[in-house]
C-alpha cells in the first residue's frame, strides 16, 4: 500500500498564474481533503471531496477549486497566484463512512514568486 | 467558534517524559487526533482518541482528554531524539472529517 501520495513534490509559479496539484489516496479511502499549511503554521481546511462533490469548505476564495475523480484521486486547482498562496499543501484521504481517521500525504511545497 | 490551543516550544532531555498539552474549543468533536511533522514532511498520525473515552495508551504514548475542560494532552514516555519534531492537536469538527489544527508544538530533545 503506498499511502497517500502527491505530485508534484515542489513547484515554484509566477504571481498571476494557475496551478494544479494532484493526490492519490490511500488503498480503500474515499474521501480527499486538502489543507494549505503556511509556514510555522497548523494545517488550514481548504475543502473535502466525496463521490465527485465538494462536501465541505473551508474559508478560502473561489480561485481555490478542487475536483475528485471516480478513482477517488484529486486535484486542487489554485488560480491568479498571490505570493500569499506560497505553502506547503497537504492531501489527506480518509473514509467517509465509520471512522474519520485520516492519513497525509508528504505534501506539494508551492513557492509563488 | 474553531479554535485549538497549544504551547509552542517543550525541551526535555532524552529518556524523560514529555508532556504536549491542548485545548479545543468544539464539544462535539468526534475524534481528537495527534500528528507528527518533521522537517520538510507531511502528517504522520500518531495516535488519536474517541471523544467518549479518557484515556488510550499505545505505546510510549498516552493520551489523556478532559471533555469537561476540553484539554487534551500527548506524554511520550523514554523521549528519544528522534522524537524531535512538531506535534499538532487536531480536532475532527462536528464529525463532518474536517480536522482543525493547532499551531504546532516544537519538542527537541536533548542528549
Known amino acids: 500500500d503506498a499511502g497517500v501520495t502527491q505530485s508534484p513534490t515542489h513547484l515554484i509559479k509566477t504571481r498571476g498564474q494557475q496551478v494544479t496539484l494532484r493526490c492519490s489516496p490511500k488503498?480503500?479511502?474515499?474521501?480527499v481533503s486538502w489543507y494549505q499549511q503556511a509556514l510555522g503554521q497548523g494545517p488550514q481546511f481548504i475543502f473535502q471531496y466525496y463521490e465527485e462533490e465538494e462536501r465541505q469548505r473551508g474559508n478560502f476564495p473561489d480561485r481555490f477549486s478542487g475536483h475528485q475523480f471516480p478513482n477517488y484521486s484529486s486535484e486542487l486547482n489554485v488560480n491568479a497566484l498571490l505570493l500569499g498562496d506560497s505553502a506547503l499543501y497537504l492531501c489527506a484521504s480518509s473514509l467517509r463512512v465509520g471512522r474519520a481517521e485520516a492519513f497525509f500525504g508528504q505534501g506539494t511545497r508551492l513557492t509563488v514568486v | 467558534g474553531e479554535d485549538v490551543e497549544q504551547s509552542l516550544f517543550l525541551s526535555v532531555r532524552e529518556g524523560d517524559s514529555s508532556v504536549i498539552n491542548c485545548t479545543y474549543t468544539?464539544?462535539?468533536?468526534?475524534?481528537l487526533y495527534w500528528y507528527k511533522q518533521e522537517p520538510g514532511a507531511g502528517l504522520q498520525l500518531l495516535t488519536y482518541i474517541f471523544s467518549n473515552m479518557d484515556m488510550k495508551q499505545d505505546q510510549r504514548l498516552t493520551v489523556l482528554l478532559n471533555k469537561k475542560d476540553k484539554h487534551l494532552s500527548l506524554r511520550i514516555a523514554d523521549t528519544q531524539t528522534g522524537d524531535s519534531a512538531i506535534y499538532f492537536c487536531?480536532?475532527?469538527?462536528?464529525?463532518?472529517?474536517?480536522?482543525?489544527f493547532g499551531q504546532g508544538t516544537t519538542l527537541q530533545v536533548k542528549p
Open positions: 488503498s480503500g479511502h474515499d474521501t
Open positions: 487536531a480536532e475532527e469538527h462536528s464529525n463532518t472529517g474536517k480536522l482543525i
Open positions: 468544539d464539544s462535539s468533536s468526534t475524534y
